[in-house]
T-cell receptor, first 116, second 109 residues
Framework: DADVTQTPRNRITKTGKRIMLECSQT?????MYWYRQDPGLGLRLIYY???????NKGEISDGYSVSRQAQAKFSLSLESAIPNQTALYFC???????????????FGPGTRLLVL | GQNIDQPTEMTATEGAIVQINCTYQ??????LFWYQQHAGEAPTFLSY????GLEEKGRFSSFLSRSKGYSYLLLKELQMKDSASYLC??????????FGAGTRLAVHP
Protein backbone atom coordinates (compact mmCIF):
# COMPACT_ATOMS: atom_id res chain seq x y z
CA ASP A 1 0.00 0.00 0.00
CA ALA A 2 1.16 3.51 -0.81
CA ASP A 3 2.45 5.55 2.14
CA VAL A 4 0.99 8.84 0.83
CA THR A 5 -2.35 8.74 -0.95
CA GLN A 6 -4.34 11.45 -2.66
CA THR A 7 -7.98 11.56 -3.68
CA PRO A 8 -9.28 12.11 -6.24
CA ARG A 9 -6.57 11.31 -8.78
CA ASN A 10 -8.32 13.26 -11.49
CA ARG A 11 -10.97 15.95 -11.25
CA ILE A 12 -12.77 18.18 -13.71
CA THR A 13 -14.74 21.08 -12.30
CA LYS A 14 -16.26 24.35 -13.43
CA THR A 15 -15.28 27.90 -12.64
CA GLY A 16 -16.72 29.04 -9.32
CA LYS A 17 -17.15 25.59 -7.81
CA ARG A 18 -15.68 24.67 -4.44
CA ILE A 19 -13.59 21.53 -4.42
CA MET A 20 -11.48 19.66 -1.91
CA LEU A 21 -8.40 17.55 -2.53
CA GLU A 22 -7.51 15.10 0.18
CA CYS A 23 -4.23 13.65 1.32
CA SER A 24 -3.62 10.81 3.76
CA GLN A 25 -0.37 9.28 4.95
CA THR A 26 0.64 6.22 6.92
CA UNK A 27 4.27 7.26 7.39
CA UNK A 28 3.64 8.80 10.81
CA UNK A 29 5.20 12.07 9.71
CA UNK A 30 4.25 15.31 11.43
CA UNK A 31 4.99 17.61 8.50
CA MET A 32 2.78 17.82 5.45
CA TYR A 33 2.82 20.01 2.35
CA TRP A 34 0.71 20.92 -0.66
CA TYR A 35 2.36 21.84 -3.98
CA ARG A 36 1.13 22.58 -7.44
CA GLN A 37 3.11 21.78 -10.56
CA ASP A 38 2.74 23.62 -13.84
CA PRO A 39 4.72 22.97 -17.03
CA GLY A 40 7.96 24.94 -17.04
CA LEU A 41 7.49 26.25 -13.51
CA GLY A 42 8.37 23.34 -11.28
CA LEU A 43 6.77 22.60 -7.95
CA ARG A 44 5.48 25.57 -5.97
CA LEU A 45 4.50 25.40 -2.31
CA ILE A 46 0.89 26.33 -1.49
CA TYR A 47 0.60 25.53 2.23
CA TYR A 48 2.48 23.51 4.78
CA UNK A 49 1.80 22.18 8.25
CA UNK A 50 4.37 21.09 10.81
CA UNK A 51 1.81 19.54 13.15
CA UNK A 52 -1.93 19.39 13.67
CA UNK A 53 -2.11 22.87 15.21
CA UNK A 54 0.29 24.51 12.77
CA UNK A 55 -0.69 25.88 9.34
CA ASN A 56 1.53 28.12 7.23
CA LYS A 57 1.15 29.84 3.90
CA GLY A 58 3.56 28.97 1.17
CA GLU A 59 4.62 30.79 -1.95
CA ILE A 60 1.22 30.81 -3.69
CA SER A 61 -1.57 30.47 -1.10
CA ASP A 62 -4.07 32.95 -2.58
CA GLY A 63 -7.28 31.20 -3.64
CA TYR A 64 -6.54 28.12 -1.52
CA SER A 65 -7.21 27.01 2.04
CA VAL A 66 -6.20 23.93 4.00
CA SER A 67 -7.32 21.86 6.93
CA ARG A 68 -5.16 19.53 9.03
CA GLN A 69 -7.80 17.19 10.44
CA ALA A 70 -5.32 14.79 12.04
CA GLN A 71 -1.64 13.96 11.88
CA ALA A 72 -2.37 11.70 8.93
CA LYS A 73 -4.72 13.95 6.96
CA PHE A 74 -4.20 17.28 5.20
CA SER A 75 -6.83 18.65 2.83
CA LEU A 76 -6.57 21.41 0.25
CA SER A 77 -9.63 23.41 -0.76
CA LEU A 78 -10.26 25.70 -3.68
CA GLU A 79 -13.07 27.94 -2.46
CA SER A 80 -14.04 29.19 -5.91
CA ALA A 81 -12.08 27.45 -8.63
CA ILE A 82 -10.73 29.42 -11.58
CA PRO A 83 -9.14 28.15 -14.81
CA ASN A 84 -5.60 29.18 -13.87
CA GLN A 85 -5.80 26.73 -10.97
CA THR A 86 -5.67 23.96 -13.53
CA ALA A 87 -2.53 22.04 -12.53
CA LEU A 88 -1.10 18.87 -11.06
CA TYR A 89 -1.33 18.97 -7.26
CA PHE A 90 0.99 17.02 -4.99
CA CYS A 91 0.85 16.34 -1.30
CA UNK A 92 4.10 15.53 0.49
CA UNK A 93 5.21 14.53 3.98
CA UNK A 94 8.48 14.75 5.86
CA UNK A 95 10.03 14.18 9.25
CA UNK A 96 13.31 15.61 10.57
CA UNK A 97 15.98 12.95 11.03
CA UNK A 98 19.04 12.90 13.23
CA UNK A 99 21.77 15.47 13.03
CA UNK A 100 22.11 15.83 9.30
CA UNK A 101 19.20 18.21 8.82
CA UNK A 102 18.14 15.95 5.99
CA UNK A 103 14.38 16.12 5.75
CA UNK A 104 13.40 14.18 2.68
CA UNK A 105 9.93 14.89 1.41
CA UNK A 106 7.83 11.96 0.20
CA PHE A 107 5.22 12.72 -2.41
CA GLY A 108 1.78 11.34 -3.10
CA PRO A 109 0.77 10.27 -6.62
CA GLY A 110 -0.77 13.63 -7.47
CA THR A 111 -4.21 14.96 -8.39
CA ARG A 112 -4.72 16.26 -11.90
CA LEU A 113 -7.23 19.12 -11.75
CA LEU A 114 -8.90 20.76 -14.73
CA VAL A 115 -11.01 23.88 -14.16
CA LEU A 116 -13.25 24.75 -17.08
CA GLY B 1 15.99 35.93 -3.23
CA GLN B 2 15.22 32.31 -3.91
CA ASN B 3 16.27 30.91 -7.25
CA ILE B 4 17.10 27.51 -8.67
CA ASP B 5 18.34 27.19 -12.27
CA GLN B 6 18.79 24.03 -14.29
CA PRO B 7 18.69 23.24 -18.02
CA THR B 8 15.27 22.59 -19.47
CA GLU B 9 16.11 19.57 -21.61
CA MET B 10 18.98 17.17 -22.25
CA THR B 11 19.42 14.16 -24.46
CA ALA B 12 21.85 11.28 -24.09
CA THR B 13 22.56 7.83 -25.46
CA GLU B 14 21.91 4.56 -23.68
CA GLY B 15 25.04 3.41 -21.85
CA ALA B 16 26.57 6.89 -21.75
CA ILE B 17 27.15 9.32 -18.87
CA VAL B 18 25.22 12.56 -18.42
CA GLN B 19 25.71 15.44 -16.00
CA ILE B 20 22.78 17.67 -15.04
CA ASN B 21 23.83 20.98 -13.52
CA CYS B 22 21.99 23.14 -11.01
CA THR B 23 22.80 26.55 -9.60
CA TYR B 24 20.98 27.84 -6.59
CA GLN B 25 20.45 30.90 -4.48
CA UNK B 26 18.30 30.28 -1.42
CA UNK B 27 18.23 31.95 1.97
CA UNK B 28 18.58 29.64 4.94
CA UNK B 29 20.30 27.01 2.80
CA UNK B 30 20.78 23.69 4.59
CA UNK B 31 21.30 21.28 1.74
CA LEU B 32 20.37 20.29 -1.77
CA PHE B 33 18.08 17.53 -2.99
CA TRP B 34 17.71 15.77 -6.32
CA TYR B 35 14.43 14.10 -7.22
CA GLN B 36 13.46 12.00 -10.23
CA GLN B 37 10.01 12.38 -11.74
CA HIS B 38 8.63 10.22 -14.52
CA ALA B 39 5.90 11.81 -16.61
CA GLY B 40 2.63 12.04 -14.70
CA GLU B 41 4.08 10.47 -11.57
CA ALA B 42 5.23 11.66 -8.17
CA PRO B 43 8.77 12.92 -7.62
CA THR B 44 10.93 10.34 -5.89
CA PHE B 45 14.01 11.06 -3.78
CA LEU B 46 17.41 10.44 -5.35
CA SER B 47 20.01 12.19 -3.25
CA TYR B 48 20.79 14.81 -0.64
CA UNK B 49 23.99 16.83 -0.20
CA UNK B 50 24.69 19.05 2.76
CA UNK B 51 28.51 19.07 2.68
CA UNK B 52 30.79 19.94 -0.23
CA GLY B 53 31.84 17.02 -2.35
CA LEU B 54 30.57 14.01 -4.20
CA GLU B 55 28.03 11.52 -2.88
CA GLU B 56 27.89 8.28 -4.84
CA LYS B 57 24.91 5.96 -4.84
CA GLY B 58 25.12 3.24 -7.45
CA ARG B 59 24.79 4.64 -10.96
CA PHE B 60 23.84 8.06 -9.60
CA SER B 61 26.17 10.56 -7.96
CA SER B 62 25.52 14.08 -6.74
CA PHE B 63 28.01 16.88 -6.13
CA LEU B 64 27.71 20.08 -4.13
CA SER B 65 29.82 23.23 -3.88
CA ARG B 66 28.31 25.55 -1.28
CA SER B 67 30.76 28.37 -2.01
CA LYS B 68 29.75 28.37 -5.68
CA GLY B 69 26.04 27.69 -5.17
CA TYR B 70 26.38 24.78 -7.57
CA SER B 71 25.39 21.14 -7.74
CA TYR B 72 25.26 18.44 -10.35
CA LEU B 73 23.70 15.04 -10.73
CA LEU B 74 25.78 12.46 -12.61
CA LEU B 75 24.06 9.48 -14.17
CA LYS B 76 26.26 6.64 -15.42
CA GLU B 77 25.50 3.66 -17.66
CA LEU B 78 22.31 5.30 -18.79
CA GLN B 79 19.28 3.10 -19.29
CA MET B 80 16.09 3.84 -21.18
CA LYS B 81 14.19 3.90 -17.89
CA ASP B 82 16.30 6.91 -16.82
CA SER B 83 14.26 9.05 -19.23
CA ALA B 84 12.52 11.37 -16.78
CA SER B 85 12.63 14.85 -15.33
CA TYR B 86 15.25 15.55 -12.69
CA LEU B 87 14.37 18.17 -10.10
CA CYS B 88 16.94 20.12 -8.16
CA UNK B 89 15.66 21.54 -4.85
CA UNK B 90 17.39 23.70 -2.27
CA UNK B 91 16.26 24.09 1.29
CA UNK B 92 14.92 27.59 1.85
CA UNK B 93 14.56 27.89 5.58
CA UNK B 94 12.12 26.11 7.95
CA UNK B 95 12.85 22.99 5.89
CA UNK B 96 10.90 24.34 2.95
CA UNK B 97 12.16 23.19 -0.43
CA UNK B 98 12.62 25.55 -3.37
CA PHE B 99 12.37 23.55 -6.58
CA GLY B 100 13.86 24.25 -9.95
CA ALA B 101 11.67 23.78 -13.02
CA GLY B 102 13.31 20.42 -13.71
CA THR B 103 15.51 19.01 -16.46
CA ARG B 104 13.79 16.67 -18.88
CA LEU B 105 16.24 13.92 -19.88
CA ALA B 106 15.61 11.81 -22.96
CA VAL B 107 17.71 8.66 -23.31
CA HIS B 108 17.97 7.27 -26.84
CA PRO B 109 19.11 3.81 -27.98
Amino acid sequence: DADVTQTPRNRITKTGKRIMLECSQTKGHDRMYWYRQDPGLGLRLIYYSFDVKDINKGEISDGYSVSRQAQAKFSLSLESAIPNQTALYFCATSDPTGDTNQETQYFGPGTRLLVL
Amino acid sequence: GQNIDQPTEMTATEGAIVQINCTYQTSGFNGLFWYQQHAGEAPTFLSYNVLDGLEEKGRFSSFLSRSKGYSYLLLKELQMKDSASYLCAGTGGYNKLIFGAGTRLAVHP
